[in-house]
């Protein structure tokens, strides 16, 4: 198995232009994450899907964020406008169904965003 | 709410000393409790998880933790550390019946010297 797959793994941007980060989950996995990573705040859940569906999205810091999971093969995390505080590092994880519950997560490489 | 703490911020240890990593956990039930390992630039690896049942738990690398109730803690021990083990640790909480909303520890980092 490839594991979780990331893309881009670096991503260099401007303040205000749009940014949008990929994740293939693992094949078979019914429940994807996304995570980001600061010095400040450590590793905070944004958002998780379940069979494609948005079941909590109380981690999304603004409406700047936006997520998608239009097939169970990839979502994607999408930030407009940018900003540079919005700079950090964003992880995919994925996990399958433990008698109906979310089991162990696994996690991508991680997507170094850095908004100037 | 579920919270974590891993009091170490940094530790340092010669190879082929112990380790013993801290984690105290903050939830009403039992929960599920995990480490993960995260070295530079990569992203986190599972270490060992704790459902329920034994609560020693062997994980990769060598790895084990300890789940003690009484004292709200899930250490992680390695007997003798090897210099790849220098890296980032986690640990990790969720409620009981789900893994999914994890809480995350600060981190601890690891540094082994020769």
């Known amino acids: 198995d490839a594991g979780v797959i990331q893309s881009p793994r670096h991503e260099v941007t401007e303040m205000g232009q749009e940014v949008t980060l990929r994740c293939k989950p693992i094949?078979?996995?019914?429940?994807l994450f996304w995570y980001r990573q600061t010095m400040m705040r450590g590793l905070e859940l944004l958002i998780y899907f379940n069979n494609n569906v948005p079941i909590d999205d109380s981690g999304m810091p603004e409406d700047r964020f936006s997520a998608k999971m239009p097939n169970a093969s990839f979502s994607t995390l999408k930030i407009q406008p940018s900003e540079p505080r919005d700079s950090a590092v964003y992880f995919c994880?994925?996990?399958?169904?433990?008698?109906?519950?979310?089991?162990?997560?696994?996690f991508g490489p991680g997507t170094r965003l850095t908004v100037t | 709410a579920q919270s974590v703490t891993q009091p170490d911020i940094h530790i340092t240890v010669s190879e082929g000393a112990s380790l013993e990593l801290r984690c105290n956990y903050s939830?009403?039930?039992?929960?599920?409790l995990f480490w993960y390992v995260q070295s530079p630039g990569q992203g986190l690896q599972l270490l060992l998880k704790?459902?329920?049942?034994?609560?020693l738990v062997q994980g990769i690398k060598g790895f084990e933790a300890e789940f003690k109730r009484s004292q709200s803690s899930f250490n992680l021990r390695k007997p003798s550390v090897h210099w790849s083990d220098a890296a980032e640790y986690f640990c990790a909480v969720a409620r009981s019946g789900t893994a999914s909303k994890l809480t995350f520890g600060t981190g601890t980092r690891l540094q082994v010297t020769l």
């Open positions: 994880a994925s996990s399958g169904d433990r008698g109906g519950l979310a089991d162990e997560q696994y």
């Open positions: 704790y459902f329920s049942g034994d609560t």
């Open positions: 939830y009403g039930a039992t929960p599920y």
């Open positions: 094949s078979g996995h019914d429940y």
